[in-house]
């Protein structure tokens, strides 16, 4: 069982920068996948970034590349998804989830089994 708590999102400003954290307790083992996704208002869920738990690449959305960035925060178990340049596009709740199971389908959100609570980005033009 694994269990996902997350901190960090707000409002920001066009441009700006801001980084969400989650905490990973449980049962945590190398072969899991973390990813981070999003839904905007009226949209579905989206894949965003991912990682296997033990390093290795980092996946990112096109639309991230090169401004966000998913690596692991100074506190044990948690993994930080840090935006730069953030842009009104961005506005989404964003969740960090685990899967136990990976088939290499990372970017599914159907693959994830467990999921933090969500944390609202808003950016603001």
């Known amino acids: 069982q694994v269990q996902l708590v997350q901190s960090g999102g707000g409002l920001v400003q066009t441009g700006e920068s801001l980084t969400l954290s989650c905490t990973a307790s449980?049962?945590?083992?190398?072969?899991?996948?973390m990813g981070w996704f999003r839904r905007a208002p009226g949209k579905s869920k989206e894949f965003v970034a991912a990682t296997r738990w033990s390093g290795g690449p980092t996946y990112y959305d096109d639309s991230v590349k090169g401004r966000f960035a998913m690596c692991r925060g100074n506190a044990k178990f948690t993994v930080l998804l840090q935006m730069n340049r953030v842009a009104p596009e961005d506005t989404a709740v964003y969740y960090c989830?685990?899967?136990?199971?990976?088939?290499?389908?990372?970017?599914?959100?159907?693959?994830?089994?467990?999921w933090g609570q969500g944390t609202q980005v808003t950016v603001s033009s």
């Open positions: 989830a685990v899967d136990d199971q990976p088939r290499g389908a990372y970017a599914d959100d159907d693959e994830y089994y467990f």
């Open positions: 449980g049962r945590m083992e190398s072969s899991y996948f």
